[in-house]
């Protein structure tokens, strides 16, 4: 059994037989919406792929009162796709930056390249905006190459969450430096005991599958996985606990109907530690151990 949004949303190859929707709405960082017919139709694409040798792979809901609206879903017709988008390799932007003359920080060589590419009319240059910003981050770390930078801004990190920021910043560094890349904090002691705490504990869950993403491209610098893996085991046994012991958020959306508080709870519990909002905690966040 995997109990996982992530896993499955990002298309990795599992061996799955069913799967079954805990809700068919998301929080999209600004309100909570109903999953689009591309959103369920990829997540449930994923029952009976990937050499599965259990048969035809199986959709379902947790609440029956969904079903409908799964149906509905499901059999609901794609509009079809008129034009892609296309990133950069890093052999372009590295072309790009010596045809500047090496005249840019990487943030505006990503945005000079964004604002100049031309493109035909099936396809657009996607927004490279994110990258940038992790690249303004980063942009203190002397000694990095083009290559570097531009691995380290693909990296599954918030350049608004100020733990993310300051990891990254010292991650870079380090790695400039040829030093290991130290991960600086412990899961705290205890589980969340607010929807703040729980929020905080997401947050620095998200860094540490940021620096295992970072040692499968940097295995020398990025060494001490065992100890991320530790971690990331424990913060996930507390997020959990949370969810099972956290009262219900004041006007949380269960985005099923008909459910318990209990569930309720859990359901806005989840909600809230997913949004990725501006600030995120400081390096100094209480609960987290040097």
């Given at each position: 059994m995997l109990i996982a949004s992530d896993a499955i949303g990002m298309g990795l190859n599992l061996r799955i037989q069913r799967i079954i929707f805990a809700s068919l709405s998301k929080f999209d960082g600004t309100t909570v919406r109903p999953l689009a017919p591309?959103?369920?139709?990829?997540?449930?694409?994923?029952?009976?792929?990937?050499?599965?040798?259990?048969?035809?792979?199986?959709?379902t809901c947790l609440h029956d009162g969904d079903l409908p609206l799964l149906r509905r879903t499901l059999s609901a017709p794609l509009s079809p796709?008129?034009?892609?988008?296309?990133?950069?390799?890093?052999?372009?932007?590295?072309?790009f930056d010596r045809a500047s003359g090496h005249s840019m920080s990487f943030a505006?060589?990503?945005?000079?390249f964004e604002e100049s590419a031309r493109l035909s009319e099936r396809h657009f240059c996607c927004a490279l905006e994110p990258m940038a910003r992790l690249a303004e981050i980063i942009e203190c770390a002397d000694g990095l190459g083009l290559y570097e930078r531009h691995v380290l801004c693909q990296a599954p990190l918030d350049p608004r969450d100020t733990l993310h920021a300051n990891l990254l910043r010292s991650w870079a560094r380090e790695l400039a430096k040829g030093k290991p890349a130290r991960l600086r904090y412990a899961p705290p002691e205890r589980p969340p005991r607010s929807h703040a705490e729980l929020q905080s504990l997401e947050s620095y869950f998200r860094a540490l599958d940021g620096y295992l993403w970072?040692?499968?491209?940097?295995?020398?610098?990025?060494?001490?996985?065992?100890?991320?893996?530790?971690y990331r085991d424990a913060c996930a046994a507390m997020i959990e606990a949370a969810?099972?012991?956290?009262?219900?958020?004041?006007?949380?959306?269960?985005?099923?109907?008909?459910?318990?508080?209990?569930?309720?709870?859990r359901v806005a519990a989840r909600e809230l530690a997913n949004r990725k909002r501006s600030g995120g905690f400081s390096c100094d966040a209480e609960g987290l151990r040097r």
């Open positions: 591309t959103e369920v139709k990829q997540i449930a694409g994923r029952a009976g792929r990937y050499s599965s040798n259990l048969g035809a792979g199986e959709v796709l008129t034009r892609s988008g296309l990133a950069p390799t890093f052999e372009q932007l590295e072309l505006e060589l990503l945005m000079a970072l040692a499968l491209r940097f295995a020398e610098s990025f060494s001490h996985t065992e100890k991320a893996h530790s969810l099972d012991d956290l009262p219900p958020l004041e006007g949380g959306s269960d985005g099923g109907g008909g459910h318990s508080q209990r569930e309720r709870g």
